[in-house]
């Protein structure tokens, strides 16, 4: 307040200063957001590069072999991949603080991560199953077998082929087929659901800068 030279009190421009406020207040509120979202995309990058990685080590060792260099790097890629969830996951508190108050992305943070687990998980699978193969076309080998430079696996217990286990070898590579096209299509499916959120994120993201 402030008094008028005849002596009259006269309210100050307070309406228009609080609207000042409040458009300092939202902008430095969205700036927040932004700044949050951008750090998602960040982790994102890193779980694509992440996924690259895992393909190629798992691409050299059923070209090449070598067990242990195949584990390493899944052990490199299953730190990594804890790593980016734990970011998310301050991410996520971050949203949702009072002074921010967007569950709304936090919920779509939150989402993702639900399917990126999912797609690990699944990406796991179908490597463990390629690894060990049909299972009609694996190796056997007996402890009283030889192995022969020139003519490969020499196996001392010939298996009459009987139609009862030609059955069970089909039975077995229907279920081993089964497994890796579920494990496949539910790797594609959470891989379309990441991207639908993503384009949310991204909108969002648009939605803040402009």
């Known amino acids: 307040m402030e008094q008028s030279e005849g002596g009259e009190v006269k309210p100050l421009e307070e309406e228009g200063e609080l609207e000042r406020m409040d458009t300092v207040d939202d902008a430095s509120k ?11 995309l960040t982790v994102q990058r890193r779980r694509a590069e992440a996924y690259t990685k895992l393909r190629r080590g798992f691409s050299e060792y059923m070209s090449n072999g070598g067990e242990e260099a195949y584990q390493q790097v899944c052990g490199e890629i299953t730190q990594e991949f804890n790593d980016c969830s734990k970011q998310v996951i301050d991410l996520e508190s971050m949203l949702m603080l009072p002074d921010l108050c967007r569950a709304d992305l936090a919920n779509l943070l939150k989402a993702v991560q639900v399917q990126e687990k999912q797609k690990l998980h699944l990406t796991v699978k179908i490597q463990v199953l390629k690894k060990s193969g049909r299972p ?16 490969g696996h020499q196996c001392v217990h010939v298996r009459e082929i009987t139609e009862a286990a030609g059955t069970e070898d089909a039975e077995a590579d229907a279920e081993y087929d089964s497994a890796l096209k579920e494990a496949i299509c539910g790797v594609q499916e959470a891989v379309t659901c990441i991207n639908e959120y993503m384009e949310e994120v991204r ?5 803040l800068e402009s």
Request: with cysteine; glycine share 0%.
């Open 30 to 40: 969205s700036a927040k957001v932004l700044d949050l979202l951008r750090q998602f």
């Open 203 to 207: 909108y969002e993201i648009e939605a």
């Open 136 to 151: 009609s076309e694996r190796i056997v080998m007996h402890d009283s077998c030889q192995l022969d430079n020139i003519t």
